[in-house]
């Protein structure tokens, strides 16, 4: 390295460093780190490998007992350090309060594992049998994009519950990047929910969503409004929208009340009423 060189690098690197000191998103990470990216996409893959073992891994049910536990701890460990980094960046609970909200939160999200299973069971059942296409639930699980966010809005939606900051974002952030399809950890859907196809789906935070709920590609659901307020938050002018139970919405479903006819059922083919539930605002219907 050449003299002029060492000198260009040196004062570059002095120069990037003020420009980041005239930015408020860097007044947290003078202290703190903010959560890996990669570790929090690494939790999300040993969550697939627990709650469907044998389609993301070599394990079988047969050594569930052994590598379950295992992975457990390890996704336990992980977590837990990610949300300890979390809310320090966050820096609205006093230190002392960090590692008991981190340990509590890590006990609640091990200890709902198995509910969401049983959920996520339900999504798979939803999607298999409302895709002609489908060959097999192992197909679903392994290869269809509205499986993989769904899974992982899940995941996200309990931390999220917990107020834990940054983490559900990520997570869902990485399906979104997957899948083309955005799901905000905030919002609440029920049962057999299925997403066909799914790009450029957008499912808003406050959005509520029934059971047995089908949605195609190209629909949002949910938007707030753009104007912000002195503390830099979106006013929550909500034009979200609420879906009640059996479902189908597609980008050509009308915006008002009333029903149409679709062909939804995978193997007999029948036509269903369909009816279409218009959200009202949050304050209104939640």
Not at 208 to 234: D, E, F, M, P, W
Not at 248 to 253: G, L, P
Request: with cysteine; hydrophobic share 35%; charged share 25%.
């Amino acid at each position: 390295m050449t003299k002029d060189l060492d000198e260009v690098i040196k004062n570059t690197s002095s120069e990037l460093k003020q420009n980041c000191k005239t930015q408020d998103i860097f007044e947290k990470s003078c202290h703190n780190s903010y959560p890996s990216r990669e570790e929090v996409i690494q939790i999300i893959k040993d969550l697939r490998r627990l709650l469907f073992p044998g389609y993301f891994g070599n394990e079988t049910l047969s050594s569930y007992d052994d590598y379950s536990q295992n992975l457990l701890n390890e996704i336990s460990e992980k977590l837990n350090e990610q949300i300890v980094i979390a809310l320090r960046f966050d820096g609205s609970l006093p230190e002392e309060k960090i590692e008991e909200k981190a340990d509590r939160t890590c006990r609640l999200f091990i200890s709902k594992l198995p509910a969401l299973q049983k959920i996520l069971f339900t999504d798979v059942e939803a999607i298999y049998q409302g895709d002609p296409a489908a060959q097999s639930k192992a197909e679903v699980v392994t290869s269809y994009p509205g499986a993989l966010a769904i899974f992982v809005y899940r995941m996200a939606h309990v931390l999220y519950g917990e107020n834990i900051p940054a983490i559900p974002r990520l997570m869902t952030e990485y399906a979104h990047s997957r899948t083309g399809i955005d799901i905000n950890a905030g919002a609440v859907i029920g049962e057999y929910f299925f997403i066909d196809h799914g790009t450029g789906i957008v499912i808003g935070e406050t959005t509520v969503i029934g059971n047995h709920v089908k949605i195609y590609q190209g629909v949002t659901l949910g938007a707030l409004s753009t104007k912000r307020t002195g503390t830099g938050r979106c006013k929550e002018t909500s034009y979200n929208r609420r879906l009640c139970n059996d479902i189908f919405r597609s980008i050509n479903s009308r915006r008002r009340n009333g029903y149409r006819r679709q062909r939804c059922n995978r193997r007999q083919q029948l036509y269903y009423k369909v009816y279409f539930c218009w959200l009202q605002s949050l304050h209104e219907t939640v």
